[in-house]
């Protein structure tokens, strides 16, 4: 008898190939936060190879001057200005962007020197006015960012998050932020940034060969869940022995900012 022709015995299998995707779409998620972080700090995606060499750059123009450097690093407290620095970037992205600025994600160094400013303490301490509330929160169940409170600069009020989430760099290993320690981000929430799919091409199906379906065919070719922002494409085969059974996923993500002139990054280091 073949084992393999019984039903039982193929949805294990399937459901086997459903336990490695989701580990794949942990990854293809990582990659999404990359992007995304990328675009938001500096307008642009890099795709590199194994060993860090970039083989294509996606610049989505965007104005050099939603991607600021202050003229005083904010590591020094004393002096530097960051309710002026953002004042700045805040009136350029409502400027630009015709929309009204309300978020500011700071980086883990960023927010550190923010609350240690003189300035910025003396701003906060008016027993007059209540120019915003600082303090921690973790809301709508994040697990990435922490919502601070509330900063009033200028003619906006902001919602105030922190940011510290990281990833192992492919090349060095080593652990990074998505979010630059040192930057900081200001968007307006009414803004897009678009996560969109391309397909991935399958020869075989292409040939009129799609031997997917004679193998498992419980397995879609296709999983798309656009309230989740992700779409796996499947695929199954045989070795030449026909002994050994593979699986593949696979996901071709693009970040698209769709509207690049609603958000900025001032970076706070020098």
């Given at each position: ?63 050099a ?12 407290t004393a ?43 003396e ?21 990435s ?29 080593e ?96």
């Open positions: 008898d073949n084992p393999f022709a019984d039903a039982p015995i193929r949805a294990k299998l399937t459901n086997r190939v459903f336990r490695g995707a989701a580990k794949v779409e942990e990854k293809v998620r990582r990659s999404i936060e990359w992007q995304a972080a990328q675009v938001m700090q500096t307008g642009k995606i890099k795709f590199s190879d194994e060993v860090g060499k970039v083989l294509y750059e996606l610049d989505y123009q965007p104005k001057s939603h991607f600021p450097t202050v003229s005083v690093a904010w590591s020094d002096t530097a200005d960051p309710i002026a620095d953002l004042s700045k970037i805040v009136n350029v992205v409502r400027k630009d962007g015709k929309r009204r600025p309300d978020t500011v994600i700071m980086g883990s160094n960023a927010i550190e020197n923010f609350l240690a400013n003189k300035k910025v303490l701003y906060f301490d008016n027993r007059r006015i209540d120019r915003g509330t600082i303090a921690p929160a973790l809301i709508n169940g994040s697990d960012g922490e919502y601070r409170g509330t900063i009033e600069v200028g003619a906006y009020k902001l919602d105030l998050w922190t940011y510290g989430d990281t990833y192992t760099d492919p090349q060095s290993k652990t990074k932020e998505y979010l630059d320690p040192d930057n900081v981000v200001v968007r307006a929430s009414t803004g897009r940034l678009d996560g969109t799919f391309g397909a991935v091409p399958n020869i075989g199906a292409l040939l009129g060969a799609n031997s997917r379906a004679r193998v498992l065919p419980e397995l879609p070719g296709r999983l798309s869940d656009a309230a989740n922002g992700m779409d796996l494409h499947f695929n199954a085969w045989l070795d030449e022995t026909g002994e050994n059974l593979f699986a593949g996923v696979a996901a071709r993500p693009l970040m698209v900012p769709t509207a690049i002139d609603t958000f900025g990054c001032l970076k706070t280091k020098l």
